[in-house]
Structure formats: structure tokens, C-alpha cells
């Protein structure tokens, strides 16, 4: 209720694209611009509040669908070609061993984002117990044929699992997709029972190959990724929801050899990801470019592998990988130190 002469002022929602996706906090420092294979551009800001880097502006529900669509999850039976798979099996089966040295069966285990079911899968012949989630598309209908995979489509939410249910929860790769990280992250510390491990790993924004190529970097990933927490940052933010530091991993041939790799080319070539996008499938995206030049990036490909398998081995050594691994170790209390 208003009183006397006093004017009435109307306050303007705040713009959209200066909300950070993490906390919510509003504007921050912008650093670069970007641009997604669709051809949409981006900027890129860094939160005043919790230092996060996020995506402006916010993509909008056509862009994410878009983002989203048949030619993301691979043309075919699988994501990448037979040979890719194999490849991609190996580095499923040593993140499962990884889980395994941790956490002792029988258990019950949670893949949040768990894509076409393979990594799970591992699990399951392990002798875990294992959940999963995964938004409606072509990924959970590869997941749904999983045997001893229960599949929750649709993101985590409330209610889904009981209070200290899980021994384990795994995000690998997920957290910068999520549009309500910090709810998630709370439904997880729930979920948890204590003394429980969550793993987790994501592009580290603060990576060697973060500040060589900026826009042009893989990991970014526009639109899909809607924002990046430093490797600091994300231990303060898993500090406050009572989660200790047990591992960190700046290592990862599967990801930052490639990443290395594809931001050259990105930085050399007309389109973006294009030899990334060509080994999924994606004709949609691929089709009209000429095969002579695919073939040309594909044996950049191989021939430098050895060379950024080099560059992946130093930036890990200045712990600046262009993605990094954590482990949390759920202590139920506050304030963790940072690593």
C-alpha cells in the first residue's frame, strides 16, 4: 500500500543476459565473445558474486532445443563411429576403475547425465547398483536398453531418491549444461550418505587452453554450456555444501589432447568443431562441407596427436588442464579448505 503523493516506481526485471546461471547474481566483468556452430554469438562474463563465467545472453528454449537436436547425440546406433567407441570404451572402463578403488560393492550408485547408458554400463557389470538420468532424445532411448540400469528421463529432482540413499554420484561433464546447477548440487548433498563420494569434471575455464584460444575454444561449447566455475571456485562452492576435496586430476587424454586440437582448427577453419561434428555423424552440420578438407583435419588429427598428448602432460603439470577431475568426499560440514 502506497501513501500520500509518493510516487510509485516500477522496477525493471533485471537483463536476463547479466544474470549469472550459477547464483543467480546479477551483471558481471565481460571478457570475450564466442559463437556457436548454429552461428549464434555469445559473450562471455564473469560473476562479481561467485566468480563464475557464464554464457550472455542466457540461450534461449529454441537455441537449446536446437543445441539439443538428433545431430548432438550422433547419427547412428552409437554417438561416434565403431573405431571412436572402442576408443572412447577404454576411458569409460578407467573412469568405472576409478569409482571402484573408492567405492566398495555392493552400492548404489547415481550417473546424473548419463547419455547413452555405456558408462553405467560398466558399472552394472561391475556389481553396482545403478541410476541414472538422462532429458528425453536419442540418448535415453540408447540408455533405456541398458540392462540393470534404472533410468529416471528428465533431469534430477526432489523426491526422486530417498535422504542418504547413494554411495556415489557421478557428473561427468554434466554440471555446465545444467540450468540450476546450485539445485542440483543441493539435491545431491541430500541424496548422499555421508561419508559418500560425488566425481565430477568439467572444463576448467581457467585452463591453458581456455586463455590461448578464448572464443575459439572447444570446451566451450556454446550453447550448451551455460557457464564455468574454476577449479578454486568450485571447491569453495562444494565446501559450502559440507563436500571435502579427496582427488583432483588435471590429466585427461580423452578430452584435452582433443581439445588442443580442435581449437586449432577452429582458429585455422571457416566453421566451428567441424572435425568434432563430422566423427559424430552429424551430416546436418558436415554434409556440405568439402570432404577433401574433413579428410585434411583428420589427419591433423592423427599426425599431432603425440605432439598435444605432450602439451596435455605440461598443462596437467601447471595444474591448468583444459578440463580438470575432482573427487568430493561428503563430511556434512562446512566451510572445506580450498585445494
Not at 569453495?236 to 590429466?251: D, I, N, Q, T, V
Not at 582433443?258 to 558436415?286: H, P, T, W
Request: aromatic residues 12%; glycine residues 12%; positive net charge.
Amino acid at each position: 500500500m502506497f501513501a500520500g503523493n509518493e510516487s510509485v516506481k516500477t522496477s525493471q526485471p533485471p537483463d536476463e543476459g547479466s544474470v549469472c546461471t550459477f547464483c543467480g547474481g546479477e551483471g558481471g566483468a565481460r571478457l570475450y565473445r564466442t559463437k556457436s556452430i548454429f552461428g549464434d554469438e555469445f559473450g562471455l562474463r564473469r560473476c562479481v558474486d561467485c566468480r563464475a563465467v557464464f554464457l550472455v545472453p542466457r540461450p534461449s528454449a529454441a537455441q537449446l532445443e536446437q543445441a539439443y537436436e538428433e545431430g548432438y547425440y550422433g547419427g547412428g546406433r552409437t554417438k561416434f563411429g565403431p573405431w571412436v567407441e572402442k576408443v572412447l570404451g577404454y576411458f569409460r572402463s578407467s573412469r568405472c576403475r576409478k569409482v571402484a578403488r573408492l567405492v566398495s560393492r555392493p552400492a548404489n550408485i547415481l550417473d546424473v547425465g548419463c547419455g547413452s547408458g555405456e558408462f553405467a554400463k560398466c558399472l552394472v557389470e561391475r556389481g553396482y547398483r545403478v541410476c541414472g538420468t538422462e532429458l528425453p532424445g536419442k540418448a535415453a532411448e540408447r540408455a533405456a536398453q541398458i540392462a540393470g540400469l534404472t533410468l529416471k528421463v528428465g533431469p534430477l529432482r526432489e523426491g526422486d531418491f530417498g535422504r542418504d540413499y547413494f554411495d556415489a554420484v557421478c557428473m561427468w561433464h554434466v554440471l555446465e549444461h545444467l540450468a540450476e546447477p546450485k539445485k542440483t548440487l543441493d539435491i545431491i548433498g541430500r541424496i548422499l550418505k555421508p561419508g559418500g563420494y560425488v566425481f565430477i569434471s568439467l572444463p576448467n575455464i581457467g585452463s591453458l587452453q581456455s586463455r590461448l584460444f578464448r572464443g575459439k575454444w572447444l570446451h566451450l561449447d556454446p550453447p550448451r554450456h551455460l557457464f564455468f566455475l574454476g577449479r578454486g571456485d568450485l571447491v569453495a562452492e562444494m565446501g559450502k555444501l559440507g563436500f571435502a576435496p579427496a582427488r583432483e586430476s588435471h590429466l585427461s587424454i580423452e578430452q584435452n589432447v582433443f581439445g588442443f586440437q580442435q581449437s586449432i582448427l577452429n582458429c585455422l577453419c571457416g566453421r566451428r568443431d567441424m572435425l568434432f561434428e563430422a566423427l559424430k555423424g552429424n551430416v546436418e552440420y558436415a554434409g556440405d562441407y568439402p570432404r577433401w578438407k574433413i579428410f585434411l583435419q583428420k589427419g591433423f588429427w592423427v599426425a599431432t596427436f603425440g605432439l598435444f598428448v605432450g602439451a596435455a602432460v605440461l598443462e596437467a603439470a601447471l595444474r591448468m588442464g583444459g578440463t580438470v577431475e575432482f573427487v568430493f568426499r561428503k563430511t556434512g560440514t562446512q566451510g572445506c579448505r580450498r585445494v
